[in-house]
């Protein structure tokens, strides 16, 4: 079953306090695979593979989830969207190891569900809509 983890990957949904990831260039992120992997393999709990930032979000995940990203910017929410539906289109294997660790009993998917499915995100496999298909980098 897929999941709504990855509206915080990259760190697009750290708490509205931290303000520093409003600054960052997702697209940047996702086209530079060394990198997404990095995040994924420290949100993954792989031994030494956290920055500080990657440390951050890792920390600051499980409360986005939970609280539907309350605290989260605007940037960070937009950001969240477009990196899920990056990972879910591009890179299944990944997304669906994340749902694996940070939503095992399915509640997160069920509870983003029809939010993202509006917004042409389909949690539950591939986009179908051309409108909406991601251009996957590498």
Known sequence: MRTIILLAVLGVCVSAYNTAFDRVNVEDVL??????????DCLL???KTCTKD???????????LKTKCEDCSEPQ???AKRVANYL???KPKWWSDLAK????????TKQYHD??????INIDGSSKDTEHKTQCYN
């Open 31 to 40: 086209k530079n695979k060394r990198l997404l992997k990095r995040y994924v």
């Open 101 to 108: 660790i940070y939503d095992s009993d399915g509640i997160y």
């Open 115 to 120: 939010e993202l499915l509006a917004e042409g």
């Open 88 to 90: 879910i289109d591009c």
């Open 54 to 64: 990657g440390q951050l979000l890792k920390d600051t995940l499980p409360n986005a």
């Open 45 to 47: 709990g792989v031994p």
């Open 77 to 79: 929410r937009k950001g």
